[in-house]
């Protein structure tokens, strides 16, 4: 009997009519409650269900958004002081996000509103009380968010991809003052050892500490401007900070690398979003993800124009932002082996991280993949798998 009989159409033909991936339509198929019958192994689907679940989801669409040409407000939050989320700053003064905005829905009204924080834990917490809906942050935020998820049933942090990634441990240096004679870990026992808390800087700096038995209570500041005071000045024995400042206080003279055996692991940073907020507002994530892919292949093509731009908008020296852009694998995609340092990381942490860790019932990250693949499907990029991508980073498959 043929399913033409029973207005049936493949799950090929749905995707051309809506004109979106597979991986889009199995989400539906999913999330959304897109009817089908599966026959088999074969999936088909009602033309006549499919035209009402259309137009469901249209009116609900048009019901959730702006009314009375009312705006629609969108909060991002970044680091300006933190090379491995630079991207953002390209977006912001290139206008890429409201570009995007534009290009999906020229008569909506969208307002931007741009929130730079000293840390990634501050963007974290503005997350959970709903003041920013996306925001840039580090690997060791990226945990907590996540950690505090299971204290906090209502906020539901969502991974939208990667931003800046550094081999083993680059990107976050021990420095010391330049006048201070030290090469050896155990010279550093009992000084006074600076960080931001609750950072990866200050996770790194633990780490080291443990690997080489030594027990000082670190300095901790809100912000990585106090940091590199502390080794300006002489204040302090040393101090763990992340790109640029390292670079910037070596690139003055004032401090010298200190040898860091015994952090490894890659840095990773991201975008993460509220859950609940992007399931409302799919369209303005899959642009801000569009604008993220545009500011990565701008940076990876053009690091000398992405370093004039990100200068004068950071603040920080011309030569030492050039000298770190082309250092910085900048990658949104996911590879197994960052989902394994990002786990590790979540399972090696200590003090009240590890105690929410302990009583966590839900496994894994949130992860915002279809977005991700929606984004670059638009770029006319190709197209990412629905499994994190295997092996060592490729250059064949950056985005």
Request: glycine share 10%; hydrophobic share 40%; proline share 6%.
């Amino acid at each position: 009997m043929s399913n033409a009989r029973f207005d049936l159409i493949s799950l090929q033909e749905a995707m051309d009519i809506l004109g979106v991936s597979r991986a889009t339509i199995d989400r539906w198929r999913k999330e959304k409650r897109l009817p089908h019958i599966k026959i088999g192994k074969e999936i088909w689907i009602d033309k006549e269900k499919l035209r009402a679940w259309v137009h469901l989801h249209s009116r609900q669409g048009n019901e959730n958004g702006p009314k009375n040409g009312a705006e629609r407000t969108v909060t991002v939050g970044y680091q300006s002081g933190a090379a491995l989320l630079w991207s953002t700053l390209i977006i912001k003064k290139e206008g890429l996000f409201e570009d995007e905005l534009r290009r999906i829905s020229p008569s909506t009204r969208y307002r931007v509103n741009w929130l730079n924080a000293p840390n990634g834990m501050e963007l974290v917490e503005k997350l959970i009380g709903g003041t920013v809906n996306i925001a840039a942050v580090g690997d060791y935020p990226l945990i907590a968010g996540r950690a505090l998820s299971h204290l906090l049933p209502r906020f539901r942090p969502l991974f939208l991809a990667f931003d800046g990634k550094a081999r083993n441990g680059g990107g976050i240096a021990l420095v010391v003052p330049a006048r201070r004679a030290a090469s050896r870990p155990d010279e550093l026992a009992g000084s006074a050892i600076s960080t931001v808390g609750h950072s990866s800087a200050s996770f790194r700096l633990q780490q080291w500490m443990n690997a080489h038995g030594l027990s000082t209570e670190p300095i901790v500041h809100r912000t990585m401007r106090d940091c590199l005071n502390g080794v300006l000045s002489g204040h302090v024995g040393a101090s763990f900070m992340w790109e640029p400042y390292p670079s910037w206080a070596q690139s003055v003279g004032a401090a010298v690398s200190f040898p860091s055996d015994g952090i490894g692991g890659d840095y990773l940073t991201g975008l993460v979003a509220d859950g609940n907020w992007a399931d409302r507002n799919e369209d303005v994530v899959i642009a801000y993800l569009k604008a993220h892919l545009r500011a990565h292949a701008f940076m990876r093509s053009e690091p000398e124009k992405a370093s004039a731009i990100i200068s004068e908008a950071s603040g920080f020296p011309h030569p030492v932002v050039a000298a770190l852009i082309p250092r910085i694998r900048w990658d949104s995609s996911l590879y197994g082996k960052d989902l394994h340092t990002l786990n590790r990381l979540g399972d090696s942490q200590t003090g009240w991280l590890s105690a929410v860790n302990a009583r966590e019932s839900r496994p894994g990250f949130d992860y915002g993949m279809p977005y991700l693949q929606m984004a670059a499907e638009a770029l006319g990029l190709p197209i990412l798998p629905d499994a994190p991508l295997p092996g060592e980073w490729s250059d064949e498959a950056v985005y």
